[in-house]
């Protein structure tokens, strides 16, 4: 008989990895641990767990039972090492670039990634002295030139939003690497279920809890998961955070302490940056994200599915201009989708609606449009059961320039969906009630047009 374990499935780690029910109550699910400190065994259990000796409980700002499961289940769903999990995204996102690049240092990321990302870097980061250069992520050479010395991490997100472009994760892998730097990706949108970056090279993780993990709507969270790939000791001057005995604990040193259990980023990112700067997750959150995650690859395949039919049924509709959707042969980003995402690509696109040409005319169009959707509800997020409309452009666009919309390839008829788990037929009747309403603005605009011919 083999002596190797058999190396489980996806669907069997969202449901089983982290916990083992145990004493004293051998719950058969993971509890809410509701305290906010543990009782030490002794002084000297004490002593040992405050010195990074051994491992344990102490106060749940740092960890808590609860998110321990959590983090350990989308570690293995990720194939990762180990995994810290945060309040928010944002935190996640924050926490992890912060113990790669401190000030004088500096980030190269993709321009395409999320708003309050691209707030974070460019605006409360420059505050802080780490500078970072945006690029155009398709632009292979522009990562490449945007490298320096001081470059510590290479950032972008697997399938983007609004308009669900597909990363070439290996090729900026490849680039980050030979820069001696990890690459880090906002699996968010795309979640483990349908790409796994670490499969194609990526070093570090990070997820929005809150939308297709969480996928109910209902709790804020985020999670980065260390997926082991990369050395701090190859070039440990680079990385003294991790190399050189650690500050707040006398004659330690995190990478040889904790790097060959993969565990060294995770406890920096907990005991410094978590630790210090507070953003902690709630154990109540962690537990509603764990159920989450029980469901993931399910819902991911309806979500999936649903959202192609309705790109499929837009495409054919003449009051859509264009449909921003990976797996439409006519995407830019179709083989790239094809490559990375065979299983599918997430809910969220975009479309535009056919522009009258007036911005004002626009306007009044897309309000229409939007205001007279009853399946589809106006919300700002994504990642929910519930479909979700928005509109990037006086929504969560509106601060940027006319020139940064062009960057962005967003226009004033730009639409965002997030597709949820609803009939999909039912969504596409309500979403074809909606345009049949403006498509009248549309025949209007082009019999004005050939009047005047
Ligand atoms: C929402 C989102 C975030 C931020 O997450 P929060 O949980 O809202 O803080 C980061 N990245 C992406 C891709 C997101 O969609």
Do not use: C
């Amino acid at each position: 008989m083999s002596t190797t374990p058999r190396r489980q499935g996806f669907a069997t780690a969202q449901v089983q990895a982290g916990y083992a029910p145990g004493q004293p109550q051998n719950t058969a699910v993971a509890p809410i641990y509701q305290s906010n400190a543990y009782e030490f065994a002794s002084l000297a259990d004490a002593r040992d767990l405050f010195a990074l000796r051994k491992s344990g409980n102490i106060y749940s700002r740092n960890a808590n039972p609860t998110q321990l499961v959590f983090e350990e289940r989308v570690a293995a769903l990720e194939g990762g090492r180990a995994a810290a999990a945060v309040a928010s995204g944002q935190a996640a996102v924050a926490v992890t670039l912060l113990a790669l690049a401190k000030a004088g240092e500096h980030i190269v990321a993709a321009k395409q990634i999320y708003g309050g990302t691209v707030d974070l870097l460019q605006d409360t980061f420059a505050d802080w002295g780490i500078e970072v250069t945006f690029v155009d992520q398709d632009d292979l050479d522009a990562w490449r030139a945007a490298v320096r010395p001081e470059t510590r991490a290479l950032f972008g997100e697997s399938i983007t939003n609004p308009l669900a472009q597909v990363l070439d994760i290996q090729a900026v892998a490849d680039i980050a690497h030979s820069a001696g730097v990890p690459l880090v990706i906002d699996n968010t949108v795309a979640t483990p279920a349908l790409i796994r970056p670490g499969e194609f090279g990526a070093d570090f993780v990070v997820h929005s809890a809150t939308k297709y993990i969480g996928g109910h709507g209902t709790s804020m969270g985020g999670i980065v998961v260390d997926l082991g790939t990369f050395d701090f000791g190859a070039e440990p001057e680079r990385w003294p955070q991790l190399t050189k005995p650690y500050e707040r604990v006398r004659d330690l040193v995190l990478w040889d302490r904790f790097g060959a259990d993969g565990f060294a980023f995770v406890a920096l990112v907990k005991s410094k940056y978590v630790h210090d700067l507070g953003p902690s997750i709630s154990p109540f959150n962690a537990f509603q994200l764990l159920q989450g995650t029980e469901t993931l690859e399910l819902r991911m395949a309806r979500h999936s599915a649903s959202a192609l039919a309705v790109a499929e049924f837009l495409a054919t509709h003449p009051a859509v201009a264009t449909v921003h959707h990976p797996l439409l042969p006519t995407s830019p980003w179709n083989d790239l989708a094809k490559r990375y995402a065979p299983r599918g690509v997430a809910s969220v696109f975009a479309f535009d609606l056919v522009s009258t040409g007036d911005a004002e005319r626009d306007w009044e169009k897309v309000q229409t449009f939007v205001d007279s959707l009853e399946v589809v509800k106006l919300v700002a997020n994504i990642g929910d059961a519930r479909s979700m409309v928005a509109h990037p452009a006086s929504m969560t666009h509106s601060h940027l320039t006319e020139e940064q919309f062009a960057e962005a390839g967003i226009t004033w008829t730009t639409i965002r969906l997030s597709i949820g788990l609803e009939d999909p037929a039912d969504v596409i009747a309500d979403l074809a009630r909606s345009l049949d309403l403006v498509s009248d603005v549309v025949a209007e605009a082009e019999e004005a047009l050939s009047s005047t011919r």
